[in-house]
Each structure stands twice: as C-alpha cells, then as structure tokens.
C-alpha cells in the first residue's frame, strides 16, 4: 500500500533581484492507494498534481509528512522502493533512433530483470498494449500514440507493484487513448496498484475506484 500523510512541498520563487518568496505546490496531503485499486489524482493545471506525483516517485523529497510504499519509507530504502514503481512522466523524451524493442531491452538491463527473462516480458508488454507491429521501427517514426505506448512499457517492464501515471492520454487520439485506458483497467485485475493523473471528468470516472479532487495544492474531495 502507498500511504502519504501529511505531505507538503514548498518551493521559492524570485520576485526580483533581491528577494524570493517561497509557495506551497502541495499542502496537508493525505491519502492511501492498495493494490487492485486506481485511485485518481483529479485537478485542473496548476492544481499541485504533477508535484505530488513526482514526490511519490521518489524525485522530489517532501518539505513534511511523510510517504511510505509497504511500510518503506522513501529516505531509508530509497533502491528498494523505485523497483516496485512506475513513474510515467508527462513529459519524458524517448531516444528516437532506436526502436522501441532495443529501448525496452536497455531499461530492463537497468532494471535488473533476468536476462533469460526480458524477451518474455518485452513479447507480453507488446501484446498487451498492440505494439508489435511497430515494435522493431525507429521510435522517431512513430506517431504520438504509439510513442506514449513505448513510454508506458519503459516505465513497467520490470513488472512493478504500482504504476504512478501522470497525463497518460494527454494530447492522444481516441484510439490511442482507448488502448492505454483498456491496459490500465487490466492491469488493475493483476492487482496492480494505480495512482492516475487527469485533468478530465470522464476520464476519471470511467477508469478510477476514487478520485481525489486537488485544488491549489489541497484536497478539496475525495470519493
């Protein structure tokens, strides 16, 4: 289970020259998210989202509270933790002159996936979100769709527990979209527990058990 509790994160900004002047992205922060379950992140931009993501990441470290992943926390198990998540970066840049095969090849090197265990999962990863007909292209010649696709199985090919997904669909076709939403519903049914930011109303309520409402770096409500 994800658990975060009383999380902020404060930042500074220049006013001018001589002074700053620091802002809270998030305030008071509490929520828990199981495996099985996708709980969704909702709040129009600016709304604090991006940075609660990040900080469940383990990129950015709380200003206070605390986030724990199975009773971890992220300051004392820091390795342990980034091998049972997924981050999907809303704007993460793919290498594009190589395929998306060799890519998922080095990310599950980095990952430590057993060698005689990585063409498995990238065949089982390709099928499950329709890129095999594109998987030994050049990444540079794929459309937005099919990028954001290779994005996504980057971020899972060492088969973590959670999936911290943020604007996964932003700027897709409805196909495409259609193609990552059915993969999270079913990996949900893995049991796999999902946290997904969005900034649309249906999106939400067609895929997520909860959908925590941010506002201005604060949960205004969640159901």
Same mark, same amino acid.
């Given at each position: 289970?994800?658990?975060?509790?009383?999380?902020? +994160?404060?930042? *500074?900004? +220049?006013?001018?020259?001589?002074?700053?002047?620091?802002?809270?992205?998030?305030?008071?922060?509490?929520?828990?998210?199981?495996?099985? /379950?996708?709980? !969704?992140?909702?709040?129009?931009?600016?709304? !604090?989202?991006?940075?609660?993501?990040?900080?469940?990441?383990?990129?950015?470290?709380?200003?206070?509270? &605390?986030?724990?992943?199975?009773?971890?926390?992220? *300051?004392?198990?820091? =390795?342990?933790?980034?091998? /049972?998540?997924?981050?999907?970066?809303?704007?993460?840049?793919?290498?594009?002159?190589?395929?998306?095969?060799?890519?998922? &090849?080095?990310?599950?090197?980095?990952?430590?996936?057993?060698? =005689?265990?990585?063409?498995?999962?990238?065949?089982?990863?390709?099928?499950?979100?329709?890129?095999?007909?594109?998987?030994?292209?050049?990444?540079?010649?794929? &459309?937005?769709? *099919?990028? *954001?696709?290779?994005?996504?199985?980057?971020?899972?090919?060492?088969?973590?527990?959670?999936?911290?997904?943020? /604007?996964?669909?932003?700027?897709?076709?409805?196909?495409?979209?259609?193609?990552?939403?059915?993969?999270?519903?079913?990996?949900?049914?893995?049991?796999?527990?999902?946290?997904? &930011?969005?900034?649309?109303?249906?999106?939400?309520?067609?895929?997520?058990?909860?959908?925590?409402?941010?506002?201005?770096?604060?949960?205004?409500?969640?159901?």
């Amino acid at each position: 289970m994800i658990e975060v509790k009383n999380v902020s +994160k404060k930042f *500074q900004k +220049k006013i001018n020259k001589k002074e700053k002047q620091e802002f809270y992205a998030d305030v008071d922060i509490s929520f828990t998210a199981k495996e099985g /379950e996708i709980v !969704g992140i909702l709040g129009p931009n600016g709304a !604090g989202k991006t940075t609660l993501l990040r900080m469940l990441a383990g990129i950015m470290i709380p200003t206070s509270g &605390s986030i724990k992943i199975d009773d971890k926390n992220y *300051q004392d198990n820091p =390795n342990d933790i980034k091998r /049972e998540i997924a981050y999907l970066s809303g704007n993460t840049k793919l290498y594009k002159d190589i395929s998306p095969y060799e890519l998922l &090849s080095m990310c599950a090197s980095y990952y430590d996936v057993p060698k =005689n265990e990585i063409e498995s999962r990238i065949k089982t990863i390709s099928e499950e979100l329709n890129m095999t007909s594109f998987l030994h292209q050049r990444i540079e010649n794929l &459309s937005t769709g *099919q990028m *954001q696709r290779v994005n996504i199985s980057r971020c899972i090919i060492h088969n973590p527990k959670y999936y911290i997904l943020d /604007e996964a669909t932003s700027g897709l076709d409805i196909i495409s979209s259609k193609t990552i939403l059915d993969f999270i519903k079913e990996e949900k049914i893995k049991n796999k527990g999902i946290i997904y &930011s969005t900034h649309y109303m249906e999106e939400a309520e067609n895929i997520c058990d909860r959908v925590i409402l941010i506002h201005n770096g604060k949960i205004i409500k969640e159901g």
